[in-house]
């Protein structure tokens, strides 16, 4: 019985949120204005080229540093596995430079169609 109620005031809740808050949440932003593509574009190629390349050249950067510092331990430890996965964690970290080198290019080729949809 302390379920059904417990299920009955929880779908009650949810009932009351849907009808009361979520149109409440809606007011402020006003009409729904239209983009281009030449805008959106730009938006994503601005998104990659002030967010993302900083965050992941960091990302990356830190991949590089705790990829060193297993090398390193393991190399003071003598142990040949550890050091021989730390090395091949490399490759992870080539691979993420490249595919955000990319995104870059990517963003890049959306402008350069959305300049020739016009």
Do not use: H, W
Not at 34 to 50: C, D, F, H, R
């Amino acid at each position: 019985m302390f379920k059904i109620k417990k299920l009955l005031s929880a779908l009650l809740f949810t009932l009351l949120y849907a009808l009361y808050a979520a149109p409440a949440m809606a007011e402020d932003f006003g009409p729904v204005q239209p983009s281009s593509a030449k805008g959106l574009a730009q938006t994503i190629y601005n998104l990659v080229a002030e967010l993302g390349m900083p965050i992941g050249g960091s990302i990356i950067f830190g991949c590089v540093v705790i990829a060193s510092i297993k090398i390193a331990t393991a190399g003071l430890q003598g142990r040949a596995e550890k050091k021989a996965e730390a090395i091949g964690g490399f490759g992870y970290v080539v691979l993420a430079g490249i595919l955000l080198g990319a995104s870059l290019f990517v963003a890049g080729a959306l402008i350069g169609i959305g300049q020739q949809v016009k």
